[in-house]
């Protein structure tokens, strides 16, 4: 299985809300990923889960809260976001050896 | 922190028409991967070229890490080859990728 799955496709959201982004591998990678991408823009980085462990945080605001239960799985969480959050929302993996990521086809995140 | 640039940033070709994408970038990398990405969004992985040569039926890539560029060869092209291309390499720590500039392709029929 070389699939990485996210969910929801699409999610509309009050900037009151709380809500959640998933992510699911079963290639066996220990590395998992979380990039923002704007309109017209590359993707950004914003996490690092490897081994489970957050390894990296670009310094992103405290409304964006990831959690990695177990190593095939990766959330995120979104509370009282701006609209300008508003962007295409990609999960990745890869070995933790290599770096070859795989992406996910993406949460389009629209905040009202 | 690396940068990556792309080259031609938008790309407009007749079906059957043969391309080259080009990617800089400013430090030496130990690995590249090429990424095509569809009018959906989905990043859909082309190629993983450190060095050398690599061949998919009518895509090739060459990455010479040496000069710091690598190059996507798409021939014959088709309409579905439409979307956004990325090359993206390592930073720091080898944990992060750093996407480029992007090269917009649209093939007309």
């Known amino acids: 299985d070389t699939e990485v799955t996210q969910t929801p496709k699409h999610l509309v959201m009050g900037m009151t809300n709380k809500k959640s982004l998933k992510c699911e591998q079963h290639?066996?990678?220990?590395?998992m990923y979380w990039y923002k991408q704007k309109a017209k823009k590359p993707p950004e980085l914003m996490f690092v889960?490897?081994?489970?462990?957050?390894?990296i945080n670009e310094s992103v605001p405290s409304r964006f809260s990831p959690e990695c239960p177990n190593s095939s799985l990766l959330n995120l969480h979104l509370h009282a976001l701006q609209p300008e959050d508003s962007a295409l929302y990609l999960c990745?993996?890869?070995?933790?050896?290599?770096?070859?990521?795989?992406f996910g086809p993406g949460t389009r995140l629209t905040v009202l | 922190g690396i940068q990556v640039e792309q080259s031609p940033p938008d790309l407009i070709l007749q079906e059957g028409a043969n391309s080259t994408l080009r990617c800089n970038f400013s430090?030496?990398?130990?690995?590249l991967q090429w990424f095509h990405q569809n009018p959906w969004g989905q990043l859909i992985n082309l190629f993983y070229?450190?060095?050398g040569t690599k061949q998919n039926g009518r895509l090739s890539a060459t990455t010479v890490a040496t000069e710091r560029y690598s190059l996507l060869y798409i021939s014959s092209s088709q309409t579905t080859d439409s979307g956004v291309y990325f090359c993206?390499?390592?930073?720091?720590?080898?944990?992060?990728?750093?996407f480029g500039t992007g090269t917009r392709l649209t093939i007309i029929p």
């Open positions: 990745a993996s890869s070995q933790v050896s290599n770096n070859e990521q795989f």
């Open positions: 290639m066996g990678h220990r590395a």
């Open positions: 889960y490897s081994y489970e462990k957050l390894s």
């Open positions: 430090d030496s990398v130990n690995n």
């Open positions: 070229i450190p060095s």
């Open positions: 993206a390499v390592p930073g720091f720590g080898n944990e992060k990728l750093t």
